[in-house]
């Protein structure tokens, strides 16, 4: 019998710099998957989004309007570029609406893990001198919804308790408020736990073992994470607790990266161990991410739309097309489709083999391919791919 592959709308949103090149490497790598596993996708867009559109309709929107609350809520995942362009900096009001775009779609669909893998592979060099793949194999799960960047909303607007506070006429303090709750303390850490019960352990060890890092005893919100955590980790005796003040946490994914299995940190940490991590893995050209909640995701490249190579057809789009590999493989847990599962998991293999061979090869990473070329050599790698 024939079989009948369950469709699944996808939303593409562009972005900036850099996104412009990446996302149709993606988006090319989506199709092969979709060919080679007999999926029945609907990719909706790529649609602007970003600093890119607010200038080009003349400062009304940043992003395009057929991305509506419905359809962001209505598609079973969401892929997106990086935003943001230097000459937006200049404006902090306005650099501040173009930021918070990723920020508040990650608020309004409440996606409160992101997943953040950290992973040397094969044919990447790592900084850190004598280590080889398997040695690096660590995932980050930044909190996303509170912390710093607690009460942006996509659609409502901005919302914030914080706030820039002039005196005679001129802006003289600012303020920003960091919140944190014991529910979304709670959800991430738990997404944590069971992270770890899927994985197999710390390279070092062998041991599930799930890191809390963040600065408590000092701060009040971080004191409440880890409590959090501490309650969490007790109904998971079969994964070690483990801490590490955030500072100290810095060093040590340096001195000896091998001891983190699954790291759990608030949302402002985790944005900057995010690039510290980047660097670990060899590029931030290869630093995935995903934004998961229990009834949305979408995946994005942890990287900025690095807008000093845009245009030059040299950056690495391997990390957007590992994000969508993550996002196909979350689609498929959720809607326990097998076929969805090989296809993320395929892309992430085929992003290994390519990368092992070393023929192709972006510039971050020692090469001198194209993006485009990149993005091809995937796409071929995952349609030679076979269906176990
Ligand atoms: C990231 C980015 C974003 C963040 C910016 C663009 C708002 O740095 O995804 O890490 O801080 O979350
Ligand atoms: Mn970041």
Redesign the pocket.
């Known amino acids: 019998m024939a079989y009948l592959a369950r469709k699944y709308k996808i939303l593409g949103l562009i972005g900036d710099g850099i996104a412009e090149e990446i996302v149709p490497e993606a988006v090319r790598v989506l199709r092969a998957s979709e060919e080679a596993y007999g999926l029945n996708l609907e990719v909706i867009g790529p649609h602007p989004f970003g600093a890119k559109y607010w200038l080009d309709s003349s400062r009304k929107a940043s992003w395009h309007p057929e991305i509506t609350r419905e359809l962001i809520y209505d598609v079973d995942g969401i892929f997106k570029g ?3 362009l230097p000459s937006l900096l200049e404006d902090v009001k306005l650099n501040y609406e173009v ?2 775009l ?2 508040g779609l990650r608020s309004e669909l409440d996606l409160y893990a ?1 997943v953040r893998p950290c992973k040397l592979r094969p044919g990447v060099k790592s900084p850190l001198v004598d280590k080889e793949p398997g040695d690096i194999d660590f995932v980050i799960i930044r909190e996303n919804t509170e912390h710093c ?1 607690a009460e942006a909303t996509h659609f409502g607007g901005i919302r914030d308790i914080g706030g820039y506070f002039e005196r005679a006429g001129k802006v003289d303090f600012a303020a920003d408020v960091y919140i944190q709750t014991s529910k979304g303390c709670e959800r991430v850490i738990q997404y944590a736990f069971d992270l770890s019960r899927r994985r197999s352990g710390a390279p070092n060890d062998r041991k599930r073992r799930v890191t809390c890092t963040c600065k408590w005893g000092l701060l009040r919100g971080d004191t409440l994470f880890k409590r959090s955590f501490e309650k969490v980790a007790a109904r998971y005796p079969d994964v070690e607790a483990d801490y590490a003040w955030i500072d100290g946490w810095a060093y040590w994914a340096i001195m000896r990266p091998e001891h983190y299995d699954v790291v759990v940190t608030p949302n402002q940490y985790g ?1 900057i161990i ?2 510290l991590s980047g660097a670990i893995q060899g590029s931030m050209g290869l630093a995935a ?1 995903l934004n998961a909640g229990d009834e949305h995701a979408f995946a ?1 490249a ?1 990287h ?1 739309s690095a807008p000093d190579i845009a245009g030059k057809n040299i950056a690495n789009p391997i990390s957007l097309i590992l994000s969508i590999g993550m996002l196909l493989e979350w689609i498929g847990e959720k809607r326990d489709d097998d076929r969805l599962r090989a296809a993320g998991k395929s892309i992430n293999m085929a992003v290994d083999a390519v990368l092992g061979e070393g023929k192709v090869r972006s510039p971050d990473i020692g090469g001198s391919s194209t993006t485009e070329q990149v993005g091809n050599a995937v796409a071929q790698k995952v349609r030679s791919t076979e269906l176990d």
């Open positions: 990086p935003v943001g930021g918070f990723p920020v992101n960047l944005d995010s690039d991410a994005e942890t900025g």
